[in-house]
């Protein structure tokens, strides 16, 4: 069913941010992103042949915040990688309604394991990694709606873009990406304890030889 990824990990993290976070300006803001995200979620608007569910507002707030956040040339090096996964949306869309046969597996994870391994190889920065991947979602969001309406016309009014899956699509490679994130940062501080422990055990050494 579509859409429960998405109400899974956002109320994981609202657990994890109430009993496991210091209280912060980082977390009453990522916690009222979430409970938004959930409350809106039950509302959508039909405009252009898609279906804009209102949680989608929440993302676009986000994404908006990261961009001022990031230097021109990440911006402009997210933005490339961005124009990617919104043709990647597109490709995985069109399989969807024109060709079903070809599709191995499901949508949802036939996109996230092609556009994650590009974010990872890419972008260095979580920041513009987040980034990236909003902006590509919206993107894909309106390059299918605007394709799927030249290739089908009219026929298309009865196949909007699923906002649910795209939803999806955003929170679980969001969860992937600060997952990464965190295992990135764990690696550098273990790597700098050895290297420490090293130079330490090293110094030990040689005032013993002297």
Request: proline fraction near 2%.
């Amino acid at each position: 069913m579509d859409g429960i990824l998405f109400y899974w990990l956002t109320w994981m993290m609202i657990i994890v941010l109430m009993f496991f976070f210091e209280p912060s300006k980082v977390k009453m803001t990522l916690l009222s992103f979430s409970l938004t995200s959930i409350i809106l979620s039950s509302w959508s608007v039909t405009f252009a042949y898609i279906d804009w569910n209102l949680a989608l507002v929440p993302c676009l707030i986000f994404c908006i915040i990261i961009m001022m956040k990031l230097e021109k040339n990440q911006l402009f090096l997210g933005f490339f990688i961005s124009f990617f996964i919104a043709n990647w949306i597109w490709m995985i869309h069109r399989v969807i309604y024109l060709e079903p046969v070809w599709l191995l597996m499901s949508p949802l994870w036939m996109i996230v394991i092609v556009v994650l391994p590009m974010l990872f190889i890419s972008l260095r920065n979580v920041y513009t990694r987040m980034y990236s991947l909003l902006l590509g979602t919206f993107q894909g969001i309106v390059l299918t709606s605007l394709m799927m309406t030249v290739e089908l016309g009219t026929a298309y009014t009865f196949h909007k873009v699923d906002s649910m899956l795209l939803l999806d699509i955003v929170s679980l490679s969001l969860f992937v990406i600060a997952s990464w994130s965190v295992l990135e940062k764990v690696k550098v501080k273990i790597t700098e304890n050895i290297i420490l422990n090293n130079q330490y055990i090293s110094r030990k050494k040689t005032k013993i030889n002297v």
